[in-house]
């Protein structure tokens, strides 16, 4: 009896984890498979040479190159933030960190599209300062890329370092000050090495980001003439002649790329990883700044927010807004008349909001019950089944977006015949599905975490069955994380743009590839227009989504 019951608890997890097998590691297996099998046999060597084409191994260390530089840029912009909203009275200013995460949640296609329209040749800068021409030659460059790139991540440090330096108790600097350390001597000594083991990961954090992006390169980098491996991966699987075998070889040598880089962090993680957090408690004491050093802070932080947000923002809506692309920033050029055609002459742009939103709320909700139930099913396992179904379900996020897609346009083409899902909506629901699934089961958790095994014991001491205790106890307790997880899987997939560019059926637009279509077109104020309505809607469903957080731990 007890087997049976035993059995009958493990039918659940076999379930999910078959289906999470179908969905996620046979497409990845097939990317491999693809990359050393030709006509059916095995053949390492069409591997080697394609690695050893020039143009190949020209854009692999164009992208190992980028991610070197971006993380060595974003460096330089978020540490110094990081230590004025840790250690100084600007610590205070608890706004910046909603402010500071405006460029992570920007497309970056979208901000990308806006420093071209300011920085070209007579753009958006030459108009209002005809001094500036010339400008464009240092822009378009790799510097410019590297720029672009880096004001798109460096949140991700800023955050992972304010949170480290915060950890950081001031009796270290303090016990250093006694012993005649000055300032520069303290952050050497003391601040540097303590630090290390998370600047680790916000650095890997950083490269693979950067390596893995395909909006900057496919926009600013396209036009520069610096391709990278996304940029390749998505020409041999979309380009004439099309050439699927080259594309899987790439993204199997990014994925190993992006799991050296894993390895290595979780190497110096391991070397340089201190326990200062005790039940003892910390003091952080802020460092002190004369007038000179605050105007200097707060030049810095204006300049940083006027490149990372005022820039692009500037571009998109402006541009959206100027009637006749010849006249420029001329009084009486503007016009809200390509937002109205958005919603009524343009039956294409309302066809890619309507697609967009149906796309964002069915994967959404697929992910929200999917994800709610492998992290059911993983909490009910008393084995090692349990762990293996969670690494399955996390895989997503370790591994570029345009390799997971790759996998499933080779995978779902195979198998065609039985499923035949590939050329329909239902591929790209199926998309988003494997690529956000992660979110909600991290929501999700998170959520479980919080709530105490005595709720339960106390429904079954109660005779409530087990569907009725998820009900009404568990369920309820959870709702919070699962909306959470929902509103996020929404607003990523309402901009996503690789799963769109890839393996959207003929002549179906969502807004992203709207918008890149209509700016290489020449219709830039009508792209910018959709560009507007895109960051507000998701901007504003952010909002609702952090009030309604707000109100319920209220």
Not at 70 to 75: A, G, H, K, T
Not at 265 to 273: P, V
Not at 277 to 302: C, D, E, F, H, P
Not at 414 to 435: H, R
Request: with cysteine.
């Amino acid at each position: 009896m007890k087997e049976k019951t035993a059995i009958k608890k493990q039918v659940p997890m076999i379930v999910l984890s078959a289906l999470l097998i179908f969905l996620i590691v046979c497409p990845l297996l097939t990317i491999f498979a693809k990359a050393v099998m030709t006509d059916g046999r095995f053949q390492l060597g069409v591997v080697w040479q394609t690695l050893c084409e020039s143009q190949n191994a020209k854009m692999i260390g164009n992208s190992l190159l980028l991610g070197v530089l971006v993380v060595i840029v974003s460096s330089v912009i978020a540490l110094p933030l990081a230590y004025l909203f840790s250690r100084t009275k600007f610590a205070k200013y608890r706004f910046f960190d909603i402010v500071f995460m405006i460029p992570f949640m920007t497309p970056p296609y979208i901000a990308s599209m806006g420093w071209i329209l300011f920085m070209q040749k007579n753009g958006l800068l030459q108009q209002l300062f005809p001094a500036t021409a010339g400008c464009e030659n240092y822009f378009f460059t790799l510097g410019g890329l590297v720029l672009v790139m880096s004001l798109h991540v460096f949140p991700f440090m800023l955050t992972m370092m304010k949170n480290a330096m915060l950890n950081i108790p001031s009796s270290l600097e303090e016990s250093a000050a006694v012993f005649g350390a000055g300032f520069g001597a303290r952050l050497k000594k003391v601040f540097m090495p303590l630090l290390t083991g998370n600047y680790a990961i916000g650095a890997l954090l950083v490269f693979v980001k950067t390596i893995a992006e395909y909006g900057t390169p496919a926009t600013l980098g396209k036009r520069i003439g610096f391709d990278v491996f996304t940029t390749e991966i998505h020409r041999y699987a979309t380009v004439a002649p099309i050439d699927f075998g080259k594309s899987a070889t790439l993204a199997s040598v990014l994925v190993g790329i992006c799991l050296m880089m894993w390895m290595l962090q979780n190497y110096i993680t391991n070397r340089h990883t201190y326990n200062l957090v005790s039940g003892k408690g910390t003091r952080v004491a802020q460092t002190k700044m004369n007038k000179l050093a605050t105007v200097i802070a707060w030049i810095y932080i204006a300049v940083v927010l006027l490149l990372a947000i005022g820039v692009p923002y500037f571009s998109v809506i402006s541009t959206s807004l100027i009637k006749l692309r010849g006249y420029g920033l001329q009084a009486g050029n503007f016009t809200f008349q390509h937002y109205i055609d958005l919603f009524t002459a343009n039956a294409k742009g309302l066809n890619a909001m309507k697609n967009s939103f149906f796309l964002a709320v069915s994967s959404a909700s697929i992910c929200a019950v999917l994800g709610t139930l492998i992290v059911i099913a993983i909490r009910n396992a008393k084995s090692k089944f349990g762990k293996v179904l969670e690494a399955i379900s996390l895989l997503p996020e370790m591994i570029p977006s345009i390799v997971l897609i790759i996998g499933i346009m080779l995978f779902w083409n195979q198998i065609y015949n039985v499923l035949p899902l590939y050329n329909t909506l239902g591929i790209m629901i199926l998309a988003y599905v494997v690529l956000f699934l992660p979110y909600t089961i991290q929501y999700v958790t998170s959520a479980f975490t919080q709530i105490s095994n005595s709720l339960v014991a106390a429904g079954q001491v109660f005779g409530g069955s087990s569907t009725y205790i998820f009900r009404r106890i568990t369920l309820p307790l959870i709702m919070k994380g699962v909306m959470t997880g929902w509103m996020m899987t929404f607003i990523i997939a309402f901009r996503e743009l690789v799963t769109a560019s890839l393996i959207a059926p003929p002549n179906t637009l969502v807004i992203s590839t709207y918008i890149v279509r209509e700016f290489e077109q020449g219709s830039v104020s009508v792209g910018m227009a959709m560009a507007v309505l895109c960051v507000l809607f998701t901007t504003t469903a952010l909002l609702i989504l952090n009030r309604a957080i707000d109100k319920q731990k209220g």
